[in-house]
DNA sequence: ATACATATATGCTTATTGCATATAAGAGGC
DNA sequence: GCCTCTTATATGCAATAAGCATATATGTAT
């Protein structure tokens, strides 16, 4: 016998759900743009013990009723005003929503002084206008990868040098080494620009990430042949040269 | 004032870590191999409700003083009798450990009957031989990705066709996805093969994970070209007509 | 109208891949 | 030992793609 019956009803019924004992969890939010040809990530500073007036990822508990993805939205929405959805399929929303995915969960038993804390962390790509840095408590912060380091460096619009809040340095590394693999196999680089874009501006996100010079052409070449642009006949504006093409992602595909 | 000090550590003293609802935190792992030819996964048969009796990925409830890749390599010792050490630096085991590496970690609301269950999804790579099927409480199912589903299929040896417990049809199909990704840009086949390996062997590998057949002097190259593999001087026995060149993984690489 | 600065197109060179063919080599039968 | 079988390995070549240089096109500004 092996189906579900009233047998396992009862089962549930009685179940003590307080049995073991659970970790907090958490998500943390890692909000990636692109800000005059830098790599920037949108920290708040901490209002409370531990690690105050650190900055940080934004984040919250998961609520027993919600998921992970509606949690990670949730804080996009709460922490930094930004409508967000996970998965491609986005529809019906005010603006286009953002790109938002699950990255890594983290959960080293000390990596939160409180007590026993897992973060699931989730990273979204945000189009720099639509990010507001509101007052001291948010802002975007430059991120550096020192090569082979495992942790990032974060610095502020004048490049002076801060420390983050938990393990959230190690985070961010893991996030900016994710879209940097992404971007090999994935045009993921639209969902930081505006909804139309030249082929210029596509590259320039690519050599931003990766912190590599692209050759022009065989980009482009490869751009247009994977058939995920579409060109819409019309032409950028006020740059006082030959104006280039705008594209924007196939959605549909 | 931003740094850590003793106004952090009397918080820190007073903080009542048991002032939010928790949910329970599992890891569950996806145990891949390759037998005659196909990808399986090792699965237990569950003894307990929910679910009793039905075949599932064997987890376990995470406990509060270990990491989570503590916790599945646990699992993989516990449940599957394998000695599973975490990451890439494996030195001083009796087997050369085991690959296993985080997946996804999946948090639906409502993934469990019993209560609030936050899972986090491990994968593992072994060599079959190093596999043992106990008894009736745990085997190797073949698995199968329909086009376009999001779940797996399982069947036993005699093809027969079995449900999944909770969501784990669904964990086992981000493992399928997540692995036949890797092969792209990592050798990972190697781990499903003994230490010494011929290219044929290593291209059925990848074959019959990605069911498609490869060319045969092109993987042969690209495999060369690595660097990756390093040939051992010795070859295949016992095949009845010329053998090949036995290669192993570099690891110092 | 012309200069400017970059977009876009074209052609050539070089590297990579796919495919066909030739040669090599252990096992097993005689 | 010699021949056959079968697959491994090497070589050559055509097709394809990538890198690079050059030519042409086109909005803006003067």
Do not use: C
């Amino acid at each position: 016998m092996n189906r579900r019956n009233s047998e396992e009803q009862r089962f549930l019924d009685n179940y003590d759900a307080t049995a073991f004992e659970r970790p907090s969890v958490t998500v943390d939010v890692v909000i990636l743009t692109l800000r005059e040809g830098h790599l920037e990530a949108l920290l708040v500073k901490r209002k409370e013990h531990p690690f105050l007036n650190y900055w940080s990822l934004p984040g919250g508990f998961v609520q027993l009723h919600e998921s992970l993805d509606e949690a990670a939205a949730r804080v996009l929405r709460q922490k930094a005003g930004l409508e967000g959805v996970v998965g491609l399929e986005r529809e019906g929303a005010l603006h286009p929503p953002i790109y938002l995915e699950q990255l890594y969960t983290f959960g080293h038993p000390q990596r939160d002084p409180r007590m026993r804390v897992i973060s699931v962390a989730y990273y979204a790509l945000v189009e720099a206008s639509h990010i507001r840095e509101v007052g001291e408590e948010t802002a975007l912060f430059k991120l550096r990868v020192p090569p082979g380091a495992d942790s990032v460096e974060i610095f502020d619009h004048k490049h002076k040098k801060y420390s983050l809040a938990f393990d959230h340095a190690e985070i961010l590394a893991v996030a900016v080494r994710r879209i940097r693999g992404k971007l090999g196999y994935t045009p993921i680089g639209f969902e930081l620009l505006p909804e139309r874009f030249t082929l210029r501006q596509l590259q320039n996100v690519h050599e931003t990430i990766l912190q590599t010079k692209l050759n022009k052409d065989s980009f482009r070449r490869k751009m247009l042949a994977s058939g995920m642009l579409e060109p819409t006949g019309e032409l950028e504006r006020g740059v006082g040269f030959r104006p280039a093409e705008l594209y924007r992602f196939r959605r549909e595909a």
